[in-house]
């Protein structure tokens, strides 16, 4: 297994992975990604096994301390040298989920952004998956005002 950063050829890959992750009203779209590998690759990370790619996280980095709705369509919000890693989706592939290669992904995140000087992460993510990234550190601060999908988000901070 391998962990790399992703370029505008893996937007195909990443846009499929999405959609096979999500719901159409919560997934980002191949527009959303072609932006957001222009803006920022780095921050795609993509875990491939045996030359596939089949979990990825990917999101931007601020120095707004909340992730808001907006930051998920406007790529032009990303500042390189921002205080927080925003985290806008954790995918792993259905027929590979179960076996830790999101947690690898993400203790990558967590490690680069670290390196880099951030205060921390931040994501959003349903009632049901606030224990799975509290393993990491992230500590919930409750319902986030996002309203991303119609659907109801945890605010979740991991400060270093």
């Not at 992730?67 to 205080?83: P, Q, V």
């Not at 799975?132 to 119609?150: L, Q």
């Amino acid at each position: 297994m391998r962990i790399r950063t992703a370029s505008m050829a893996d937007l195909d890959t990443v846009t499929d992975i999405e959609a096979a992750c999500f719901p159409a009203a919560e997934a980002a779209s191949r527009e959303d990604f072609a932006a957001r590998l222009a803006v920022y690759p780095d921050h795609f990370w993509l875990l491939e096994e045996d030359g596939r790619v089949v979990s990825f996280v990917n999101g931007m980095v601020t120095d707004e301390p909340d992730l808001r709705d907006e930051m998920y369509a406007d790529a032009s919000l990303h500042r390189e040298d921002g205080a927080w890693q925003m985290i806008f989706g954790v995918n792993t592939l259905p027929a590979y989920r179960r076996r830790g290669l999101a947690g690898q992904v993400l203790g990558r995140v967590i490690a680069d952004a670290r390196a880099q000087g951030r205060r921390g992460c931040v994501l959003t993510c349903k009632e049901a998956l606030v224990h799975y990234y509290a393993r990491f550190g992230f500590r919930p601060e409750g319902v986030s005002a996002s309203t991303h999908g119609g659907v109801v988000w945890y605010a979740m901070r991991l400060t270093f």
